[in-house]
């Protein structure tokens, strides 16, 4: 399984990735902390099976916005939210 993690966080990113890390079915991790880094490679043809996002991005837009633009290049790529501000995003 290839599984990318996208957060702003650096910190959230090393410790994901080393969860990741313990989990045999994972084959490739891929960290971003840059969107626009992210969306090059989905463009470039990098298709993920996970994607795990942060919901805040400390931007206009949410992880959640970011979804919507992730799906028209990989469609097939099963998102799973991650955030450090549960109670901010109960729905």
Known sequence: MKVAV???L???LM???SLLNQISDVQKIETFSDMNAFY???KAGNIYDVILMDIDWNQE???IDFAEEI???SP???IIYVTAYA?????
Request: glycine share 4%; net charge negative.
């Open 15 to 17: 410790q994901i990735e």
């Open 10 to 12: 650096k910190e959230s």
């Open 61 to 63: 837009k949410t992880g």
């Open 87 to 91: 109670a901010d995003y109960i729905e």
């Open 76 to 78: 097939s790529s099963k």
């Open 71 to 73: 799906y028209q290049y």
């Open 6 to 8: 996208c957060d702003d």
């Open 40 to 42: 090059e490679e989905l």
